[in-house]
């Protein structure tokens, strides 16, 4: 399939006038063609139209029709085959193994949710049966089911340019809810996004869909993203990526005269708490581990582990060296873009100017290698990390900050001390299980993901998982981005009171007609 350098609005290709960019190629150092016209007003307008005529059409549709269209895409994205892999490992200087593997779980997730649309769950069907013989006054018929919001704005990420981009699982949840989608494509990967969403553009037509379920949008970032936010047709919107980036949406959507949510996902150091009988159990493999999650995709995934918290003593210096033994063989990676390279070894040079602040280990030195990280681990004391804020900031790439503490006390001073996270981590023996269970309370209300024993890169997409978090981690902690309840953020309920039965939604209809477990007056009820 050849790329055009066009935006995706409903059916048509169109050249956006407002400009032009071209993809980069952060490996070789040099633009790719071809060039890719960028709108603006008019086109978000033009989209987002589209979306808004084809909200109830769309959502009317019969659920296998739209769990058929979700199939679509997957086998639309694998039948690009080398050529998407191919164009992404120019575009963003990941290995071939990566993008497969995120091709794998980006269809993957489009074939889940397929699945969570045709058990029909998600509608939370619920009936409370009339009660004309209650004292001292009758009970209407009342039957609750879930609808749509409507046209949800996605914002494409640097660093999932499949998993978190145009096919990713914004876009899978908002489509799986009956929710029309209108995408801004991600400027460090529009050859990419130009394949996946022509994939999408012609499931929509093969399942005879509106053409407005989806477009595609080319564009200067704060003025596109504000115009699409902005507009009132756009009733959610999904994003990944800085914390500056996702408070601006947010601000935008809230100055709207509807304001409208903004899952934000922004910010987060991923706290790994290494108790002491671990350490002295473990500490050469645990320090293998975390030098594998800190270096993998050059550290540039929202779950690294920015942030280790031990107890001081001879254990943590057998992790120490361990760590440095794994850390210097590691080969300086390449970035996603000139602009992550240049903010990573930003916030690198301004940690390692605070007074205070040590480096443990490094990797191989990146000079020389255009528009890459090396990897590096700084160590601190628990009172001079409670006392700067600095040291809290997210350094996106592979740069982590060990925290010495004397104790399971100061440890939890630190975890209370800590800004909303993705996750925790945990690295316990079952000597630690009582001083971990003091540390549990305060994880709770910090993070969205408590993991034991492993580490916090690698996200399933399942049933269980929660991608999410307290502030800033995202800017709603009820929500996940990642596994089947995501569709949660595009849904709302509407509760039906003495409706005929024939004006009823399927869900709730006296029949059951499309077969679905329901809760009848309290209780589950088969079908």
């Not at 040099?30 to 016209?37: D, K, Q, S, V, Y």
């Not at 039957?143 to 640097?158: D, E, Q, T």
């Not at 509760?495 to 024939?502: R, S």
Request: aromatic share 6%; net charge negative; hydrophobic share 45%.
């Amino acid at each position: 399939m050849s790329i055009t350098g066009e935006m995706l609005i409903g059916a048509s290709a169109v050249r956006g006038t407002l400009g032009a960019q071209r993809a980069f190629d952060p490996a070789r150092n040099e633009h790719i063609e071809p060039e890719f016209g960028m709108g603006g007003k008019d086109e978000v307008n033009r989209a987002c139209e589209l979306a808004a005529a084809a909200f109830d059409p769309y959502r009317a549709a019969p659920l296998a029709q739209r769990a058929a269209f979700l199939e679509s895409i997957a086998d639309n994205i694998m039948a690009l085959g080398d050529e998407l892999i191919a164009r992404g490992m120019a575009e963003t200087g990941l290995p071939e193994a990566r993008l497969q593997g995120e091709r794998g779980r980006t269809v993957g997730q489009l074939r889940l949710f397929a699945k969570v649309v045709r058990d029909g769950l998600f509608l939370n069907a619920t009936i409370d049966p009339a009660q004309p013989e209650r004292k001292p006054l009758p009970r209407s018929d009342l039957r609750l089911s879930r609808v749509p919001l409507g046209p949800v704005a996605v914002f494409g990420a640097s660093n999932f340019p499949l998993a978190f981009s145009v096919a990713g699982g914004d876009t899978a949840s908002a489509l799986a809810a009956g929710c029309p989608v209108v995408v801004k494509a991600h400027s460090g990967h529009p050859g990419l996004s130009e394949l996946v969403g022509r994939a999408i553009q012609k499931a929509v037509k093969d399942n005879n869909l509106p053409e407005g379920v989806f477009s595609l949008l080319f564009g200067a970032g704060r003025t596109l993203g504000d115009a699409l936010v902005a507009h009132p047709a756009i009733k959610a919107v999904g994003f990944t990526g800085s914390r500056q980036g996702g408070l601006a949406l947010v601000r935008t959507a809230n100055a709207r005269p509807e304001p409208i949510p903004v899952y934000a996902e922004m910010s987060s150091i991923n706290p790994v708490f290494l108790f002491p009988g671990a350490l002295s159990a473990r500490a050469e493999s645990i320090a293998q581990g975390f030098a594998t999650s800190l270096t993998g995709s050059v550290g540039q995934l929202c779950t690294n582990p920015g942030l280790v918290i031990a107890i001081d003593g001879p254990d943590l210096k057998r992790f120490e060296s361990a760590v440095t033994a794994a850390l210097q063989p590691a080969p300086a990676g390449t970035m996603l873009t000139p602009g992550i390279a240049d903010a990573y070894n930003s916030g690198v040079a301004q940690l390692s100017a605070v007074e205070g602040v040590s480096c443990v280990a490094k990797g191989q030195s990146s000079e020389g290698r255009p528009n890459s990280a090396q990897a590096v681990l700084y160590s601190t004391d628990a009172q001079r990390f409670l006392k700067d804020k600095a040291l809290e900031a997210e350094v996106f790439g592979p740069a982590s900050l060990l925290i010495r503490v004397r104790d399971v006390a100061e440890m939890r001073e630190i975890a209370e001390h800590l800004e909303g996270q993705l996750t925790s981590t945990l690295q316990i023996e079952a000597s630690d299980v009582e001083a971990a269970r003091t540390l549990l309370p305060v994880l709770e209300r910090k993070a969205g993901r408590i993991l034991a024993n492993g580490f916090p890169t690698g996200v399933e997409v399942t049933y269980a998982m929660v991608h999410g978090g307290p502030f800033p981690s995202t800017s709603n902690a009820m929500y996940t981005s990642v596994g089947t309840t995501a569709i949660d953020r595009f849904l709302r309920p509407v509760c039906y009171q003495d409706l005929p039965d024939a004006l009823l939604p399927e869900a709730v209809q006296q029949a059951n007609p499309l077969g679905l477990w329901r809760l009848v007056d309290g209780a589950p009820q088969k079908p």
